[in-house]
Antibody, heavy 117, light 112 residues
Framework: EVQLVESGGGLVQPGGSLRLSCAASGFTFSTYWMTWVRQTPAKGLEWVASIKEDGSEKYYVGSVRGRFTISRDNAKNSLYLQMNSLRAEDTAVYYC??????????WGKGTTVTVSS | DIVMTQTPLSSPVTLGQPASISCRSS???????????LSWLQQRPGQPPRLLIY???NRFSGVPDRFSGSGAGTDFTLKISRVAAEDVGIYYCMQGSQSPWTFGQGTKVEIK
């Protein structure tokens, strides 16, 4: 069974950092692009970042570029999102997703990030 | 960025009756490779999104055939031929034709 399990969410103060992880199983992780998407009640679903199979290409939404870093460890079947200089507007449920053919065909259950003092 | 606009935002339906959701993009979603990367996602209450339809009209693995997608260019439609109780949730369209990928605001399907 294809599965994605996120972890690392929590409460952090503005300006702080957090590292999200996503453990993948049930498919050949190293052969797929991977993506982080976040969801808030106010803004809905928002694509955050994507990374190529070998990590050689990375893309970010403008609002996080320079603050967030997507990475992966194919030996550990894991995807990461390092989030620095966090702001209140980064508060969201963060989902890890497997890329299909320019779509997102498998999603994790999500991890909640709250940025508040 | 491409803006995805869904209508209606809420759709109360009777069990067994059809439902239809529209999604319009601010630019054509036809990519340079000739494909149109418009997908539909379902989010049941308390669950993560789940892929239903990809490339306009292709049902993803395990998706019941009461779900169908159609459209072209900038106008797309998701139809449920006979709404079942488990179809309650929020439906989103998503475009993957141009970066950044963007989502519609969601349409809530509920039972009357």
């Amino acid at each position: 069974e294809v599965q994605l399990v996120e972890s690392g969410g929590g409460l952090v103060q503005p300006g702080g950092s957090l590292r999200l992880s996503c453990a993948a199983s049930g498919f050949t992780f190293s052969t797929y692009w991977m993506t982080w998407v976040r969801q808030t009640p106010a803004k809905g679903l928002e694509w955050v970042a994507s990374i190529k199979e070998d990590g050689s290409e990375k893309y970010y939404v403008g609002s996080v570029r320079g603050r967030f870093t997507i990475s992966r460890d194919n030996a550990k079947n894991s995807l990461y999102l390092q989030m620095n200089s966090l702001r209140a507007e980064d508060t969201a449920v963060y989902y890890c997703a497997k890329n299909g053919d320019y779509d997102l065909d498998v999603w994790g259950k999500g991890t909640t990030v709250t940025v508040s003092s | 960025d491409i803006v995805m606009t869904q209508t209606p935002l809420s759709s109360p339906v009777t069990l067994g009756q059809p439902a239809s959701i529209s999604c319009r993009s601010s630019q054509s979603l036809v990519r340079s490779d000739g494909n149109t990367y418009l997908s539909w996602l379902q989010q049941r209450p308390g669950q993560p999104p789940r892929l239903l339809i990809y490339k306009i009209s292709n049902r993803f693995s395990g998706v019941p055939d009461r779900f169908s997608g159609s459209g072209a260019g900038t106008d797309f439609t998701l139809k449920i031929s006979r709404v079942a109780a488990e179809d309650v949730g929020i439906y989103y369209c998503m475009q993957g034709s141009q970066s950044p990928w963007t989502f519609g605001q969601g349409t809530k399907v509920e039972i009357k």
